[in-house]
């Protein structure tokens, strides 16, 4: 995950058109890439509130402590939803390497069309909800009947968990590389319900089927 943040310009103003270029790109070639259109849907939405906050904190009369916070928080959620689309897009052989390259992303590594079998199966989701608003998620397969707790199988890279409020439409995209991922809520946010499916991701982060839906209130 981190090596991502060495290609994503340091400068306001570069960050944004490199994510608008992405999104652009992306939104265009959708349906000939494949591109999954509940990602696409965040994407846009947080290249968006980024855009607004940069606009807004870029001008000196609207300038202040409160926009300077917006525009942080606003790009640093983009930040996090693209080191996760990142690798999704450079493990996507649908598209080409000129268009990867294009977009400002790494070269894919010289062995990265070698065949890698997509999971098949899914992932058994399970969480533990913690106190301060946390939820801590695990994936586990299927063992005697019962989910077990260590997984140790080579043709897994980790998951990719999906979670949304439930009375809210948009789904969050996250990866692990462990079997486990920790969620951080607000205060505002407890007493919410949240819905979460995960799916197994192969090396070049490609992911399986969704698991079942689980449903699990903020404490």
Known sequence: MANEKRYMPRKDVEFIAWAKTIYRDCETNAVIWGIDSEQLAQFADLVELADKAFQTNSNREQRNKAS????????????RFLQTFINIL???????DAAITSMGLRPRHRTAYQPIPVPTDTPVITVIVG???EIAV???TLQHGH???FLKNEKYAGFLLKYRFEDAPQWQFVISTRLHYTLLFNDSDKGKYLLLQG???????QNGPWSEEVRELIN
């Open 68 to 79: 300077v916070y917006a525009k942080n928080a606003a790009y640093g959620n983009l930040k």
């Open 90 to 96: 450079e493990g996507n052989l649908k598209i080409p």
């Open 131 to 133: 106190q301060h608003n």
């Open 138 to 140: 695990y994936a586990s």
């Open 147 to 149: 989910p077990a707790e």
């Open 199 to 205: 799916a197994w991701l192969n090396p070049r982060m």
